[in-house]
């Protein structure tokens, strides 16, 4: 079954826009290091790439206190702001296809606003956008807050939206959300863990996001 244009798309950027996990996984990292886990796998971390890091640090450092988290996160985000972005890049298609893409565009994404917008200007994809929506002091997805922001700012409905995501928890806040769902396959998040959100549609390609009304790129959910 094939959809209809949206009237507005809600992106995740890391997996979805950009590939950034060795900047992310890179910092992080850095970060653990002279902690117990010092020497964590990329495989593993890229399994938390969408998701708040206190959530990493909770299940990687259980015994640390809440002040010892706070450290790490601050340390991980001075030093992947310093890295520049330098191992990132653009997945291909996706510039194509926002730019052929129907509709208004905001984020919905885990970093802060204000980085979400440098990422997005760095790699030329910011005139794209209406919107630009981080997590600026409110709970990270899975929790709809994001969603909810990026909806109030374009002052739109939720059924008149779009989320694109590359992550289990971008489909669990797009469902408490109430917004539709689109999983990405090229991005970081196991096709059998988004499964069990049952997104509305799957995407193998950035082009089949832009794909007409009538066409049948968009596979429906089974």
Same mark, same amino acid.
């Not at 950027?13 to 950009?18: A, I, K, P, R, S």
């Not at 399994?47 to 708040?52: A, L, Q, S, V, W």
């Not at 206190?65 to 996160?73: F, G, N």
């Not at 984020?107 to 802060?112: D, E, F, N, S, Y």
């Given at each position: 079954m094939s959809?209809?244009?949206?009237?507005?798309?809600?992106?995740?950027?890391?997996?979805?826009?950009?590939?950034?996990?060795?900047?992310? =996984?890179?910092?992080?990292?850095?970060?653990?290091?002279?902690?117990?886990?010092?020497?964590?796998?990329?495989?593993?971390?890229?399994?938390?790439?969408?998701?708040?890091?206190?959530?990493?640090?909770?299940d990687?450092?259980?015994?640390y206190?809440?002040?010892?988290?706070?450290?790490?996160?601050?340390?991980?985000?001075?030093?992947?702001? &310093?890295?520049?972005?330098?191992?990132?890049?653009?997945?291909?298609?996706?510039?194509?296809?926002?730019?052929?893409?129907?509709?208004? $565009?905001?984020?919905?994404?885990?970093?802060?606003?204000?980085?979400?917008? &440098?990422?997005?200007?760095?790699?030329?994809?910011?005139?794209?956008?209406?919107?630009?929506q981080?997590?600026?002091?409110?709970?990270? $997805?899975?929790?709809?807050?994001?969603?909810?922001?990026?909806?109030?700012?374009?002052?739109?409905?939720?059924?008149? =939206?779009?989320?694109?995501?590359?992550?289990?928890?971008?489909?669990?806040?797009?469902?408490?959300?109430?917004? $539709?769902?689109?999983?990405?396959?090229?991005?970081?998040?196991?096709?059998?863990?988004?499964? $069990?959100?049952?997104?509305?549609?799957?995407?193998?390609?950035?082009?089949?996001? =832009?794909?007409?009304?009538?066409?049948?790129?968009?596979?429906? &959910?089974?």
């Amino acid at each position: 079954m094939s959809i209809p244009h949206f009237p507005v798309y809600l992106f995740d950027v890391d997996g979805t826009l950009v590939d950034s996990a060795n900047d992310i =996984c890179g910092a992080i990292q850095e970060a653990l290091t002279g902690t117990p886990q010092n020497g964590v796998t990329d495989e593993f971390l890229r399994g938390y790439i969408g998701r708040h890091l206190i959530d990493l640090f909770q299940d990687l450092l259980p015994d640390y206190s809440r002040e010892q988290m706070d450290a790490l996160v601050a340390d991980y985000r001075r030093i992947y702001l &310093a890295r520049n972005h330098t191992l990132t890049s653009i997945y291909p298609g996706i510039a194509e296809a926002l730019a052929a893409l129907p509709g208004r $565009k905001s984020t919905a994404t885990t970093k802060g606003t204000p980085t979400t917008r &440098a990422v997005l200007e760095m790699f030329g994809l910011l005139p794209y956008f209406e919107h630009v929506q981080g997590t600026d002091g409110f709970p990270a $997805k899975p929790q709809p807050d994001v969603i909810y922001a990026s909806l109030k700012a374009l002052g739109v409905r939720a059924e008149d =939206c779009l989320l694109v995501g590359d992550a289990p928890a971008d489909m669990e806040a797009g469902r408490r959300a109430g917004v $539709k769902t689109c999983a990405v396959l090229w991005g970081y998040g196991k096709r059998e863990d988004l499964a $069990k959100w049952e997104p509305d549609y799957w995407a193998a390609h950035p082009s089949e996001l =832009c794909s007409d009304a009538n066409s049948s790129k968009f596979s429906r &959910a089974v």
